[in-house]
């Protein structure tokens, strides 16, 4: 606990300020695709969820993210880290995110919003020039069906979230669950089959 309190006194009333009003506007207008989580005890503390965009192989994923913000923010920009794995050219085997925008691209007035925007458009468009996961941007750049499964698959296996964990698994959905079951049970056949294949890979 110390560690997250001595970060928030690193920085400035001024920029706790900004990064509050900042995060209550994405919980009251949260652009598509994409839903933030406040911690009350640690405003610098930014977890949000990120839908697979359509038409890409993370489509119907849900991928948790955190920025952490630095004593210097906002002159530095945040880390950005995936908390769910995934297949991708710009994030590396512990989460790390690597975008220009976290780096020499960075302006003290991007904000929070074009960051987690920024992240979402990395799943559309992948940058294998800057590649952390250098077998994912080898892949991307020479054998995109290969590519393409791989990154379907671990999607299937790490991202098949609903938003609803975000607060709203009560309710008439609930129900709805009750009766699938079996669906269930033939799914986690189905997650076996594919996990067994990925060791294989």
């Not at 009333?13 to 994405?26: A, F, N, S, W, Y």
């Not at 207008?29 to 503390?45: A, L, R, S, Y």
Request: charged share 25%.
């Amino acid at each position: 606990m110390s560690s997250m309190s001595n970060n928030v006194e690193n920085l400035s009333p001024q920029v706790i300020r900004g990064v509050v009003r900042e995060m209550q506007d994405l919980v009251t207008n949260p652009p598509e695709g994409i839903k933030v989580q406040i911690n009350d005890e640690d405003v610098t503390d930014i977890q949000a969820f990120i839908e697979g965009p359509a038409g890409t192989p993370y489509t119907g994923g849900l991928f948790k993210v955190k920025l952490t913000l630095g004593k210097d923010f906002p002159q530095t920009p945040p880390k950005a880290f995936f908390f769910t794995k995934i297949f991708h050219p710009n994030v590396a085997a512990n989460g790390e995110i690597c975008v220009n925008t976290l780096k020499k691209d960075w302006k003290p007035d991007l904000g929070i919003k074009h960051v987690l925007l920024t992240i979402k458009c990395l799943l559309i468009v992948p940058n294998a020039e800057s590649a952390l996961n250098e077998e994912a941007g080898k892949l991307l750049l020479e054998h995109y069906d290969d590519y393409s499964q791989r990154a379907k698959m671990m999607t299937e296996i790490h991202a098949q979230q609903k938003l609803s964990k975000c607060g709203t698994s009560e309710g008439p959905m609930a129900k709805k669950h009750a009766g699938d079951k079996k669906l269930t049970a033939e799914k986690k056949k189905l997650m076996k089959d594919k996990k067994r294949t990925l060791k294989r890979l």
